[in-house]
Nanobody, 123 residues
Framework: VQLQASGGGLVQAGDSLMLSCAAS????????MGWFRQAPGKEREFVAA????????RYADSVKGRFTISRDNAKNTVYLQMSALKPEDAAVYYC?????????????????WGQGTLLTVSS
């Protein structure tokens, strides 16, 4: 499984941005997909996850109500729509995949990772 995250950039506080993660796998619909982020000097932290069909999602408390995870299995792509961005959202964002039926929030439970895309939020 290869994952390619994109969409990061420099935005101002309060702006919105959408991240995308394209997967090169024939059975994308069988994978739980997650988004994580890592700020300088901090551990990688869970942001959001979505099940294979897209009807079950989970969010970190810090992004609940501001971020939305979604997926398009026909395009092998998972998205993270981010709104009302804050300076503390700035980080490298990673997408991850796990062949499982249950949503996972621990990074070590995801075997497959993308390369990360950088989000910078200016105040």
């Amino acid at each position: 499984v290869q994952l390619q995250a994109s969409g990061g950039g420099l935005v101002q506080a309060g702006d919105s941005l959408m991240l995308s993660c394209a997967a090169s796998v024939r059975t994308f619909g069988r994978y739980v997909m997650g988004w994580f982020r890592q700020a300088p000097g901090k551990e990688r932290e869970f942001v959001a996850a979505i099940n294979w069909s897209g009807d079950t999602t989970r969010y970190a408390d810090s992004v609940k109500g501001r971020f939305t995870i979604s997926r398009d299995n026909a395009k092998n792509t998972v998205y993270l729509q981010m709104s009302a961005l804050k300076p503390e959202d700035a980080a490298v964002y990673y997408c991850a995949a796990a062949l499982t039926l249950t949503l996972r929030v621990l990074p070590n439970l995801y075997p497959y990772w993308g390369q990360g895309t950088l989000l910078t939020v200016s105040s």
